[in-house]
C-alpha cells in the first residue's frame, strides 16, 4: 500500500495487487461512503467498486487507487446537502451542487496519474472508467490508456437517474437503450499518450472533456 499525501485534493491510498506492468487492469476510485458502506442504491460507486476488483482478480493483479474526495471534492457534508437539495426540488446532484455554491465536479485526478508513472512506473494501463476526466489526467502525463468502460445495473430508479446527469452533465459513458454500447463492446481500442481524449466505441464518438 503506498499513501497519497492530501495537497489539497484529499490524498488517498494506492493498493497494488499482484505482480503489475504495463497494460495492467487499473481503477482509480473516488471515496464513497453512501455506497460503499451504507450500501445506499442511489449511486453506483458501489457496484463499480465492487466490479473493479473482482475484475483485477480475475486478471491475477492491478491497482486501486483510493482517492479522499467524497462527494465529488466537495466532502461528505456538502454531498449530504446536495442530496436534500435534490430530494427537495427533483433536480439532479450536479444542478443542487451549483445552487449551493459547490462545484458540479471538483475532483482531481493529477496526483493520482503522477504516482502510476513515476511511483509505479507504468508507461501503459487498462483504465477501468467511465469517465472521460480521468483518461484526460492520465494520458496528460505520458500515461499510454485503453479504455475499459464499467457497465453496471442500476439499483434504483435514483441511480438511473443519476446515470443519466452524470451521462449528460459530464459526457461519461454510460451505455442507454438508445446507445450502441452492448455487454459485450466494452474494451476501446488503445489510443496514443499525446491524444488529447479517448476514442469511443463503434459508431460513438467521446465527446469533449469538461474542464
Not at 483510493?66 to 446537502?81: D, F, H, I, T
Request: aromatic fraction near 6%.
Amino acid at each position: 500500500m503506498i499513501e497519497l499525501p492530501d495537497h489539497g485534493d484529499g490524498g488517498g491510498h494506492i493498493l497494488v495487487f499482484g505482480d503489475i506492468g504495463d497494460g495492467c487492469l487499473v481503477r482509480v476510485h473516488s471515496r464513497c461512503l453512501y455506497g460503499e458502506a451504507l450500501r445506499s442504491d442511489d449511486c453506483d460507486c458501489g457496484p463499480e467498486l465492487d466490479k473493479s476488483l473482482d475484475m483485477i482478480q480475475e486478471a491475477g493483479s492491478g491497482v486501486l487507487v483510493y482517492l479522499e474526495q467524497e462527494g465529488r471534492g466537495a466532502g461528505l457534508l456538502a454531498k449530504a446537502r446536495g442530496y436534500l437539495e435534490s430530494e427537495q426540488s427533483g433536480e439532479d446532484t450536479f444542478t443542487s451542487y451549483e445552487k449551493l455554491g459547490y462545484p458540479p465536479d471538483g475532483r482531481s485526478y493529477e496526483q493520482a496519474a503522477r504516482a502510476l508513472y513515476d511511483v509505479l512506473n507504468l508507461r501503459t494501463v487498462q483504465l477501468l472508467t467511465n469517465n472521460p476526466a480521468k483518461v484526460h489526467a492520465l494520458r496528460a502525463v505520458g500515461l499510454t490508456v485503453q479504455v475499459v468502460p464499467l457497465v453496471t445495473e442500476a439499483l434504483s430508479q435514483r441511480a438511473a437517474e443519476y446515470l443519466d446527469a452524470k451521462r449528460r452533465r459530464r459526457h461519461h459513458w454510460i451505455p442507454n437503450g438508445e446507445s450502441p454500447w452492448s455487454l459485450e463492446q466494452t474494451i476501446l481500442p488503445r489510443a496514443n499518450s499525446g491524444d488529447a481524449l479517448p476514442e469511443g466505441p463503434a459508431h460513438e464518438s467521446a465527446p469533449p472533456v469538461l474542464v
